[in-house]
């Protein structure tokens, strides 16, 4: 069993620059969320996407925004980039209603620092 | 709004003492996490709970839930050096829309 990938591991852009994040499900799941987790911080919900569809989001700005694929593999995009966005980016994966009772597994992440 | 909130914020203990960590959570919610994180990696999932009076033990830690008080524990038995890390409890919401909430995080260290 596969588990969840995030590409790339490390990313450095600069302010107002566009970036997009990846992330691969475990497999059998399809339901994909993604977290910012600022230094320091405790994860901050971005949204989730339950077989291609949106249906969640957090206190994100219309500039962060996502894409799940039919193998429910994911994007993460973030247009116009600020100071702020610098952080650790984190995926999860899920099967919610099967035998994995909601369980969340998270990929290693994507650390974005902005300049 | 949601909010999740845990205590302490900080922990600093001896090997082999017990100890609590409390998440407090705003609102009715259907399930509640918790997590741990060491230094630069990611999140590894250690419990889910799913309903009122849930207990789930795994070696030195166990998690209940009392939902009608809206908290959560995480107990440490005989604590080891192995333990040190953060640990964050999370709720999610289906109210008309999905949401996920982590806790503020509890930073322990266990001191040999």
């Known amino acids: 069993e596969t588990g969840v990938t995030q590409s790339p591991t490390h990313l450095i852009k600069t302010r107002g620059q566009q970036v997009t994040l990846r992330c691969s499900s475990q497999s059998g799941h399809n339901t994909v969320s993604w977290y910012q987790q600022a230094l320091g911080q405790g994860p901050q919900f971005i949204f989730q996407y339950y077989r291609e569809e949106e249906n969640g989001r957090g206190n994100f700005p219309p500039r962060f925004s996502g894409l799940q694929f039919p193998n429910y593999s994911s994007e993460l995009n973030v247009n116009a980039l600020e100071l702020d966005d610098s952080a650790l980016y984190l995926c999860?994966?899920?099967?919610?209603?099967?035998?994995?009772?909601?369980?969340?597994?998270f990929g290693p992440g994507t650390r974005l620092t902005v300049t | 709004e949601l909010k999740v909130e845990q205590n302490p914020l900080f922990l600093s203990m001896q090997e082999g003492k017990n100890y609590t960590i409390y998440c407090n959570y705003s609102?009715?919610?259907?399930?509640l996490y918790w997590y741990r994180q060491d230094p630069g990696k990611s999140l590894e999932s250690l419990f889910v709970l799913l309903s009122n009076g849930a207990v789930k033990q795994e070696g030195r830690l166990m998690a209940s839930l009392d939902t009608k008080a809206r908290l959560s524990t995480l107990h440490i038995t005989a604590a080891v050096h192995d333990l040190s890390a953060t640990y964050f409890c999370?709720?999610?919401?289906?109210?008309?829309?999905?949401?996920?909430?982590f806790g503020t995080g509890t930073r322990l260290k266990v001191l040999a």
């Open positions: 999370a709720v999610d919401l289906h109210s008309g829309t999905y949401k996920y909430i």
């Open positions: 609102t009715t919610s259907d399930r």
């Open positions: 999860a994966s899920s099967s919610p209603g099967g035998t994995a009772n909601y369980e969340q597994y």
